[in-house]
């Protein structure tokens, strides 16, 4: 990728996207094309070639997805399976057909099986049975990965698959039903606070173990593969360290203040007991995450309060 390429960045307006979009700009990448929902959906496919068709951009980062934390996958399997598949279908296919030289295509580690080995290789994709609270979306992420793949084989494209960890930052979802762990538990200790409650509910037992990258060293990273990376063999994106969701909830109540106690609803699911990605591949190539998970709850924090208060984030639409 040369600095006067014209990047085509799907999903803009989400976490991964934006952040995407704004690294890529402050490396110096002028020609960035976004496009909003109105102007483009990713759902049609004519539209879609016709954007590709008219537009000819040199490299696409598809970060474009319908994404969610536990319960939301778990309730909406439908719409997480097709909308996914339709998405990536309609803009892999469209950059193939258009003279698209590299493609990032952005995955997620919960393409791994449920029990994989810690921290979890590249190679064991596809070697055992996946999470069931969201293998619908992880069946659309593996679809994405060997569609790339298939391109690649059959036409020699530069299609990159990258798996991100579980991410958090600026225009995350902070809605409590829908969201990942870190922002339900930011805005839920931010509100607990607020009243003045005594504790504060966690789903699940607090003993899963992930891994969280701040979404702007996901994007240093990405930006780092379509300089460096060449290759359709899957690569991790994580920071090679994990913690408990109960150490997790204590750092988030220390970063916000709050002094309660938390309560462990068993109703809810886990999920996966453990998900730290093997970061061997990526770090052996020179890229390292900056942003220390204690530093990365407090920017999220920040970005959460101003948003909040503008009735910008996603929580308030
Ligand atoms: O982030 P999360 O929703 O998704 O949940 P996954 C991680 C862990 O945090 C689970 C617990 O064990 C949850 O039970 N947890 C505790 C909470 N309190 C809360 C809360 O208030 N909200 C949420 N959401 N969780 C997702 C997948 O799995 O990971 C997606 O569903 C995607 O497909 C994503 O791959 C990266 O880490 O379990």
Do not use: Y
């Given at each position: 990728m040369e600095i006067p390429s014209k990047i085509f960045v799907a999903g803009h307006r989400g976490m991964a996207g934006s952040a995407v979009v704004r690294r890529l700009r402050a490396g110096g990448y002028e020609n960035v094309v976004v496009r909003a929902r109105s102007e483009l959906d990713l759902f049609d496919r004519s539209a879609v070639e016709q954007f590709f068709r008219s537009e000819r951009p040199d490299v696409v980062v598809d970060a474009a997805a319908r994404v969610g934390?536990?319960?939301?996958?778990?309730?909406?399997?439908?719409?997480?399976?097709?909308?996914?598949?339709?998405?990536?279908?309609?803009?892999?296919?469209?950059?193939a057909e258009n003279g698209v030289t590299k493609l990032l295509f952005l995955g997620s580690s919960c393409i791994y099986p449920k029990?994989?080995?810690?921290?979890?290789?590249?190679?064991?994709?596809?070697?055992?049975?996946?999470e069931p609270t969201n293998d619908a979306y992880a069946l659309a992420k593996i679809a994405g990965i060997k569609l790339c793949q298939a391109y690649a084989r059959e036409y020699g494209k530069n299609f990159l698959s990258a798996m991100p960890t579980n991410l958090y930052g600026p225009n995350d979802n902070f809605d409590p039903h829908t969201s990942h762990v870190l922002p339900a538990l930011i805005r839920k200790v931010h509100e607990a606070k607020l009243a003045g409650a005594k504790d504060v509910p966690i789903w699940g037992t607090g003993c899963p173990r992930r891994e969280f990258l701040h979404v702007d060293d996901l994007a240093d990273a990405c930006v780092f593969l379509l300089e460096n990376y060449d290759s359709p063999e899957v690569i991790n994106i994580g920071c090679g360290e994990d913690v408990t969701i109960r150490e997790l909830a204590e750092t988030v109540c220390e970063v916000l203040e709050y002094r309660g106690e938390l309560v462990f609803d068993t109703s809810k699911p886990d999920g996966t007991p453990r998900k730290l990605l093997d970061m061997t591949k990526l770090f052996a190539l020179g890229w390292k995450p900056k942003i220390p998970l204690r530093d990365g709850i407090r920017n999220a924090y920040a970005w959460f309060m101003e948003h909040r208060a503008a009735g910008t984030d996603q929580a308030s639409r």
């Open positions: 934390g536990i319960i939301a996958n778990f309730e909406k399997p439908v719409e997480f399976l097709l909308d996914n598949l339709t998405i990536q279908n309609n803009l892999i296919r469209a950059a029990l994989a080995p810690q921290p979890i290789p590249e190679s064991a994709l596809l070697t055992g049975a996946l």
